[in-house]
């Protein structure tokens, strides 16, 4: 389901939001998923939703391809039980995250293994963290899994917005190292996940604890002033 941040954290956070910039991205290719060219497969008897991923998707690979076969993902339509991998754009009664173009992953209700996308690159030298845009349907707290070299990278809200949520965690052991970067949607009902503008930060991601006490500390100190001001 989709995280929620308390709103004194979105305001106390918007300084180290806005200090994050994305460095140098190296080999990794399209992490804001913008670089699709839309053309469908008619041979497919999902024509046209079913359309090439290479075009789709450049520079990623994705999992199950049992659906739709090896060549193809979906566009602007969603699997309702298997799982699947589909790009959405605007229109067709679905609106990307930012810019004209995210990828959805649905974990699907039939048992594993769920479904991902992956792809490998050189992580930035001076990565400390990555960030991410997305928003999911859960059904009993569906799960979303980043891993990079296959270990699995423990993520937190940093702030809520009206269509998305930004995510982050930290990778400060991966800097300048070729690793495969994977999203994966768990096997769920209504396991949905919207994904868009991947970027490797140089700032570290305040840990969820350390977030509490900061917004702990906000509501203090505003209590603090109030109370002298009366």
């Not at 990623?60 to 979906?74: F, K, R, S």
């Not at 991410?132 to 899994?145: D, H, K, N, R, T």
């Not at 995510?167 to 768990?186: C, D, K, M, R, V």
């Not at 840990?207 to 002033?225: D, F, H, I, K, Q």
Request: hydrophobic share 40%.
């Amino acid at each position: 389901m989709r995280a929620q941040t308390p709103a004194l954290l979105v305001g106390g956070l918007a300084l180290l939001v806005s200090a994050f910039g994305a460095v140098g991205q190296g080999s990794f290719q399209n992490l804001n998923f913008e670089q699709a060219t839309i053309v469908s497969d008619p041979s497919s008897p999902y024509y046209p939703s079913a359309v090439y991923a290479s075009d789709a998707i450049p520079g990623w690979t994705w999992t199950p391809t049992d659906i739709l076969g090896t060549n193809d993902i979906l566009y602007n339509d969603v699997s309702l039980g298997a799982a699947s991998v589909s790009l959405l754009g605007n229109g067709g009664g679905f609106t990307a995250i930012d810019g004209a173009f995210s990828i959805s992953i649905y974990g699907g209700a039939n048992g594993p293994p769920g479904a991902s996308i992956s792809q490998t690159g050189i992580v930035p030298v001076s990565a400390d963290s990555i960030l991410f845009e997305a928003q999911g349907v859960g059904s009993l707290g569906g799960v979303l899994l980043v891993s990079l070299g296959g270990q699995n990278i423990l993520f937190s809200a940093i702030s809520t917005e009206p269509n998305y949520t930004l995510y982050g965690g930290n990778i400060p052991a991966f800097g300048g190292q070729s690793e495969q970067l994977t999203f994966s949607a768990l096997p769920g009902v209504n396991n949905y996940w919207e994904i868009d503008d991947i970027q490797f930060s140089n700032s570290y991601v305040p840990e969820p604890s350390t977030l509490a006490l900061s917004s702990l500390g906000a509501l203090l100190l505003g209590w603090r002033v109030l109370r002298r001001r009366r």
